[in-house]
């Protein structure tokens, strides 16, 4: 894709990208996408595009009047990370690979979906918790965000990965695409959330679970041991009531911020075409005070 020029989004209007989803309206993304963009010399409006909030219409309706209006990309996120898909033209491999997409990218008339939590988990893990044994993970949540972090886990040498979701087959269904993608039998269903927990050197939570309006840990923290590590996708808050638990037992731990602000780097380069400032948009992301920022 080519990149976005100033003068593209100058007497054409501003670069207009949006985030599609339920209970985002104290969103961190149109921040960080809107600063950086100015730090590029462009003109950028973000829109949130809040199911709850009374945005009109079906999810196929938003998408397309967005492409109308001239929107250059969409993020999605939860519910509609899957459900989007069939309203697309094409997938990059991330997104095939996951199954499920988070950055949609109008150009030319065709759109393209992308899963950059793939490699905003990823990358998250790698900078901020390098030595985390990965011998064998719990993942909790085989949802669109399950599905990125366990390929993630596989494609970083994880050895084993128990995937636990209590609609039926969904864990089962995300451990044989990891296997498939892997080439090697990694990933299995768990069963029983406290064998499981009691054989993982690390959790993860993938569920929405701990965000504001859904508190509550994924699991009963009595599970935890000192020598485990916890991570969770949630960054609203960025201390989860997971992790804070999780510190307690004296684990250590990986809030969601990382994976919320990597995503966002790919993202914005998918857009434009243009290599984003990665510390920028973390400090971007921190701009914004504890309370004003969710999904």
């Known amino acids: 894709m ?17 985030l599609i989803g339920r209970g985002i309206t104290l969103s961190r993304t149109p921040r960080m996408h809107e600063a950086e963009a100015a730090a590029q010399g462009l003109a950028c409006r973000y829109d949130l ?9 079906s999810l196929s309706e938003i998408v397309d009047r967005a492409e109308a209006e001239g929107y250059a990309g969409l993020n999605v996120t939860f519910p509609y990370k899957q459900e989007i898909i069939p309203l697309l033209d094409g997938l990059s491999d991330a997104a095939r690979r996951v199954e499920a997409v988070n950055t949609v990218v109008f150009h030319e008339g065709r759109r393209s979906g992308h899963n950059t939590d793939f490699w905003g988990f990823s990358e998250n893990l790698r900078r901020n918790l390098p030595d985390a044994d990965i011998g064998t993970v719990l993942l909790i949540g085989a949802g669109g965000a399950g599905g990125a972090v366990g390929h993630a886990l596989a494609d970083l040498g994880a050895g ?15 451990a044989q695409a990891v296997n498939a993608a892997a080439g090697r039998p990694v990933a299995g269903a768990a069963e029983a959330l406290p064998a499981a927990a009691a054989e993982a050197r690390g959790i993860v939570n993938a569920t929405p679970v701990g965000m504001a309006k859904m508190p509550g840990t994924p699991i009963d923290t009595a ?5 485990q590590w916890v991570a969770d996708i949630v960054y609203f808050p960025l ?21 919320a602000i990597f995503q966002a780097v790919r993202a914005f380069e998918l857009f434009t075409g243009i290599r984003p400032a990665a510390e920028r948009m973390r400090q971007a992301f921190h701009a914004q005070a504890p309370d004003e920022g969710a999904a």
Request: net charge negative; with cysteine; aromatic share 2%.
């Open 2 to 18: 080519s990149p976005v020029t100033a003068e593209e989004t100058g007497a054409g209007g501003p670069l207009r990208l949006g």
């Open 49 to 57: 595009l809040d199911m709850d909030a009374g945005v009109e219409g």
């Open 160 to 174: 084993r990965i128990l995937i636990f979701d209590r609609r039926d087959g969904a864990a089962e269904a995300l």
């Open 223 to 227: 599970l935890l041991t000192p020598d």
């Open 239 to 259: 201390e989860t009531e997971f992790l804070c638990k999780a510190k307690a037992v004296g684990c250590r731990t990986l809030s969601g911020e990382g994976m």
